[in-house]
């Protein structure tokens, strides 16, 4: 692991999440001391996050840190998450994360790795058999696309359209994707032009409608719709492991792992 592809894929998940939190009205982008600050308070939770941003060694300083993020999240309307690149962290404050988060009252919510690749364009192989494909461009595609991204990831119909109602980033520059199947639509994914690479974002699918493969082919199909639009081949990808389609595995080299915390 290269230090250029930690400190990247940090840069990357920082400045998308600036762009993507910043598309809504209100939002909270203002740095504060050893924070990035990427807060839409939206009741859609993946718009509110909190990235821990500098080298950290010392105990006290991370604990200082975290005590920050849980203060400015209880303050908040709506919940959100603190992102902590591990990277970033060295002695004691890497070995007693865990430890340290749990005395300043936040809960483990989840691993996400980063993820790099020169791999476009992807393979698009044959068409696949029961799917369609539409970019979103108009206000009712851009809610069927927030309503999957509920469903696929628990949330209420609410916050998704509350995360992506109204957005003009969504209908034209994200090459964000719907695949319908029988005109119905089933899942999303939308690639992003980001600081000269291509970021993935939003991919999901209807719970009824999972382990047919239609996730893996609208990432497929937006990815080389961005690429063909661009010719940058550069991805970057922060999901978890069950997130990442199989077949990206390999082109991937993985960065760095960001675990994310929310207040007990």
């Known amino acids: 692991m290269k230090r250029s592809e930690i400190l990247e894929s940090n840069d990357q998940y920082v400045s998308m999440w600036k762009v ?13 001391a050893g924070l990035s600050v990427c807060w839409a308070d939206s009741p859609f ?12 060694s010392d105990r006290d300083l991370l604990r200082v840190r975290l005590r920050m993020s849980r203060t400015y999240m209880l303050a908040k309307q709506h919940s959100g998450l603190v992102y902590v690149c591990e990277d970033l962290l060295s002695g004691a404050a890497r070995e007693e994360l865990d430890t340290i988060a749990a005395s ?15 791999i476009l364009p992807v393979e698009a192989g044959l068409p696949h058999p029961v799917l369609d494909f539409a970019r979103v461009d108009s206000e009712t595609a ?23 109602a109204g957005s003009t ?21 939308a ?8 970021y993935l974002a939003l991919v999901a699918t209807r719970p009824d ?31 978890t492991d069950a997130g990442l389609p199989v077949y990206m595995r390999v082109g991937y080299h993985r960065t760095t792992v960001f675990k994310t915390y929310r207040p007990a």
Request: net charge neutral; proline share 2%.
């Open 104 to 118: 300043e009252n936040l809960t483990f919510a989840l691993d996400i790795t980063g993820m790099a690749g020169d």
């Open 45 to 56: 939770p993946f718009w509110n996050a909190l990235f821990i941003n500098e080298n950290i």
């Open 142 to 164: 851009l809610q069927a696309y927030a309503d999957i991204n509920s469903e696929g990831y628990g949330f209420p119909l609410e916050a998704g359209r509350a995360g992506l």
């Open 209 to 239: 409608a999972q382990r047919n493969g239609f996730g893996e082919a609208t990432v497929r199909y937006a990815l080389n719709a961005a690429y063909h639009a661009t010719a940058i081949r550069r991805t970057i990808l922060h999901a």
């Open 169 to 189: 980033f969504w209908k034209k520059t994200a090459f964000a994707y719907i695949g319908y199947r029988n005109g119905q639509p089933v899942s999303t994914a």
């Open 20 to 32: 993507l939190a910043g598309d809504r009205k209100g939002a909270d982008l203002r740095d504060k």
């Open 191 to 198: 690639a992003i032009v980001n600081d000269g690479a291509i």
